[in-house]
């Protein structure tokens, strides 16, 4: 028993010591074929790339422009008045971007479930916005406040109007979603958009870089499944920017 445990052991460490000596030989071998798979990728959807680094520049130009317009231009009493819608929802949009950025580049490496992952928060992100634009700077205030805190929760929308023209004790992302009147495909979307950012069973035996076939195990890059991803979170950076000017 003892000789047994002693060969695992000799030859765990031999094993390893291999691995060790030629990480970088592996290393190599797996950078060689992700640059293939790369290049493939942007032979497939370059055009789609092009068109979505442009929407991102032309996103955060405006954004730019807009803010320093605003720094230079409105009255202090006007920027008083609205300095905490303004600040969320210039907030929300920088993140959007910054998102936006991480899905192009999720798709680009071939990654369709972690970019519509991606763009469940970006859709988060835009009814957010549409709630504060709607509900006003007593709700951008208790937003900002609360960032200050370890509060998950929605108690921020407190004393908002509901979609019903009520002020409910408890708010979730479901009432904010129907304070927007979204067409309910895009609520579908959202759903769907949480199977696969959480480890559900369809997010698992369902993703996108599979199709309809259940006898592939996705295990790394694919480039299939990048539409949804690509213009979901189009729509939504537009949406956001939309917003925030």
């Known amino acids: 028993e003892n ?7 000799k030859a765990t460490e031999n094993t390893l010591n291999e691995i060790k000596d030629k990480m970088f030989e592996i290393s190599a071998d797996h950078r060689a074929s992700a640059s ?32 320093k317009y605003v720094e ?31 899905i192009l580049y999720l798709m680009k490496l071939g990654f369709a ?22 509900q006003g700077e007593r709700i951008a205030k208790q ?11 929605y108690k921020w929308a407190l004393g908002a109007i509901n979609a019903k023209g009520k002020q409910p ?14 067409k309910e495909g895009w609520k579908d979307q959202y759903r769907l958009a949480c199977f696969v950012n959480h480890g559900s069973p369809q997010g698992t035996m369902k993703r996108m870089a599979n199709g309809k076939t259940l ?19 189009a729509i939504s950076l537009a949406w956001t920017t939309s917003l925030f000017l």
């Open 3 to 9: 000789a047994i445990v002693a060969l695992v052991n």
């Open 72 to 102: 230079e231009n409105i009255d202090e009493h006007k920027k008083e008045s609205l300095k905490h819608t303004f600040l969320c929802l210039q907030h929300i949009h920088g993140r959007a971007c910054q998102e936006f950025l991480e």
């Open 113 to 134: 479930d972690g970019a519509y992952a991606r763009w469940r928060s970006m859709y988060e992100l835009s009814c957010i916005g549409c709630f504060i634009r709607e």
């Open 143 to 153: 937003y900002l406040e609360q960032s200050q805190t370890e509060d998950k929760s």
């Open 36 to 67: 293939v798979f790369i290049a493939h990728q942007e032979s497939k959807w370059g055009a789609c790339f092009a068109a979505s680094e442009v929407m991102y520049t032309i996103a955060i130009e405006a954004a730019e422009d807009y803010s």
């Open 215 to 233: 006898n592939i195990v996705p295990i790394g890059q694919s480039d299939y499944g990048i539409t949804t991803p690509a213009e979901h979170s």
């Open 169 to 182: 004790e408890n708010w979730n992302f479901n009432m904010i979603q129907e304070v927007c009147e979204l």
